[in-house]
């Protein structure tokens, strides 16, 4: 929820060792003399609402490689936290804090402006029993997500050396360059590098968790940041012709089988796909850096799914007469939920009666490869309509677009009769299907260094070129994680403070509050609230007691 005055980061630094001398084995850690005190190597932070922010040395004008110097990254998050009224970390209060504070005195800084502090890790072990505390165990734990594997201290070290290949691990990118586009739900085909904060596109699911067995589901994203950077750019060739072009660690979802399998029909997504980075994907039994895959044949390759095709509006007339009948005489219903099983997505269809313009509608369908079909209704036929029955005089034909969720979209770009375009609720799409054929990967090509966005969503994914793709950074789990912890903190900072108002929820500012009886304390009874919004429970106002006198 969109706070009106309350300004909140979740932020999490890495930084780099201390060097020293010791005498005797490496397990016997005397140090006798300290020579270089730990320094802020990087950050990342997320605004709520607002920008998604990530720093290193090398971003930095002036920057050296292999020149240990923190003052111009230090000085930004000193600005960070003077800008902002509550910072969240995990961990924070025992590491990111302090090392800040330091590095803050170290350059001669003056405190940030005093804000609130939330530490997950120990809000966490407040109200929770788990085997570890650390954000990667909370999060596998409740099936948040986890977090991007590294080499560990190698990496560290890579990245205080100058590799750019560690800093771009130490950064999570998942960069494609900007010409790459996705789909906007005005259901136009926008390029990356266009795209702006609030933007809101075609998403999906990033796991299967909350699946109940029934596939990734399609979803409204919205586009949290995106900015450029210049990058190593590596082509891959699929077996259709495509190209995508990306950084090595762009994500990609992927089938769990290889090329071999490429006559399955399956549509849908059970389980049968898998995140893989670019130097992950295989090629003719192969991965990037040319290291044989364990059990994979010679001549099978990664499948890749294209879920959409690219489709521009129509510029013909003809299609414009088409879009203007659907305006006026069709409809766009949006498939309710049943009881069972989220159903999603909508059905687009018209009625008219039987004769030239009927049969003109189908002859341009069939003209521009829309798959439909067309119920024909007698005359005298009766029709049952929620406000009562109705008897039709005349033939009248029912014309449907046939091909599910993605024929229904595919005739909506290419028309754009923009009515039933406005009617689509991007609150209640289907599972995940790719209609279109499957294709593999051909050939990886290393095309030198080009200009990147990194792209972020709410969803963590979105669709590029008609493929799915992800954007991962640990900051997006610590949001989870504290989104999950919200309503039980109970100490949370009062955001009523900051919106000038006392009857929004304390914890998450939401409106929605609904008495829930009464809390007894020793000096008085207060109205008990809760938050219908994230959950936690509020306590009122004291009730005032009136004595009866009999």
């Not at 012709?241 to 992927?254: A, R, S, Y």
């Not at 009625?351 to 067309?374: A, M, T």
């Not at 029912?398 to 993605?406: A, D, E, N």
């Not at 304390?506 to 809760?530: A, D, E, P, S, W």
Request: proline fraction near 3%.
């Amino acid at each position: 929820m969109k706070l009106d005055n309350a300004k909140i980061v979740l932020f999490d630094i890495e930084n780099t060792a201390n060097k020293g001398f010791y005498w005797g084995k490496k397990w016997e850690t005397d140090i006798i003399e300290t020579t270089e005190h730990t320094q802020i190597l990087s950050y990342s932070a997320k605004i709520i609402g607002g920008k998604f922010i990530t720093r290193g040395w090398l971003d930095y004008p002036g920057y050296k490689k292999g020149v240990i110097n923190d003052e111009k990254i230090t000085k930004d998050l000193w600005k960070l936290f003077n800008e902002n009224d509550i910072l969240i970390a995990h961990n924070g209060r025992s590491h990111d804090i302090p090392i800040c504070n330091t590095r803050f005195l170290y350059y001669k800084l003056t405190p940030p402006e005093p804000s609130k502090f939330i530490d997950t890790k120990i809000e966490a072990k407040k109200y929770l029993s788990l085997p570890s505390y650390s954000l990667d165990d909370i999060c596998n734990y409740f099936g948040i997500g986890h977090k991007l594997p590294h080499q560990g201290w190698a990496l560290w070290k890579a990245c205080v050396a100058g590799d750019p290949k560690a800093w771009r691990a130490m950064k999570r990118y998942n960069c494609l360059t900007p010409d790459h586009k996705v789909l906007n739900t005005n259901l136009n085909w926008i390029e990356i590098g266009k795209l702006n904060i609030g933007d809101t596109i075609l998403g999906f699911d990033e796991d299967l968790e909350n699946s109940n067995g029934n596939g990734r589901r399609l979803r409204k994203a919205t586009v949290l940041n995106n900015r450029k950077v210049i990058d190593d750019v590596y082509e891959v060739i699929l077996s259709n012709g495509d190209k995508i072009k990306c950084t090595k660690e762009h994500k990609w979802l992927c089938s769990s089988f290889t090329s071999s399998s490429l006559t399955s029909d399956s549509h849908g997504d059970h389980g049968g796909l898998k995140w893989r980075t670019t130097e992950e994907l295989i090629i003719n039994g192969k991965y990037l850096n040319g290291k044989k895959s364990p059990g994979i044949g010679r001549a099978s390759s990664t499948i890749i799914y294209k879920y959409f095709n690219i489709i521009n509006e129509l510029p013909e007339k003809d299609a414009g007469w088409v879009a203007g009948m659907f305006d006026g005489e069709g409809s766009l219903s949006n498939r309710k939920k049943d009881k069972n099983f989220e159903v999603g997505g909508f059905s687009v269809s018209m009625s008219q009666r039987v004769g030239q313009e009927l049969d003109k509608v189908r002859d341009i369908l069939i003209k521009y490869n829309i798959q439909h079909s067309i119920n024909i209704h007698p005359r005298n036929y009766h029709a049952e309509k929620s406000n009562g029955i109705i008897k039709s005089t005349k033939e009248i034909g029912y014309l449907s677009i046939s091909g599910g969720f993605g024929g229904a979209i595919e005739f909506l770009q290419k028309f754009r009769p923009e009515r039933l375009i406005h009617n689509i609720n991007w609150l209640n799409l289907p599972r995940m299907e790719c209609r279109n054929d499957k294709t593999f990967i051909k050939d990886i090509k290393y095309i030198g260094k080009q200009e990147v966005f990194i792209l972020e969503t709410d969803t963590k994914t979105y669709f590029a070129d008609g493929y799915a793709m992800h954007n991962c950074h640990d900051v997006e789990l610590l949001h989870e994680v504290y989104l999950l912890l919200r309503p039980w903190i109970m100490n949370h900072p009062n955001l009523n403070l900051y919106q000038n108002t006392s009857y929004n929820c304390r914890n998450c500012g939401g409106n929605h509050v609904t008495r829930q009886g009464f809390n007894r304390t020793k000096v008085g009874i207060y109205q008990q609230l809760q938050c219908q919004d994230c959950g936690a429970w509020i306590r009122g106002d004291k009730v005032k007691i009136e004595k009866v006198l009999r």
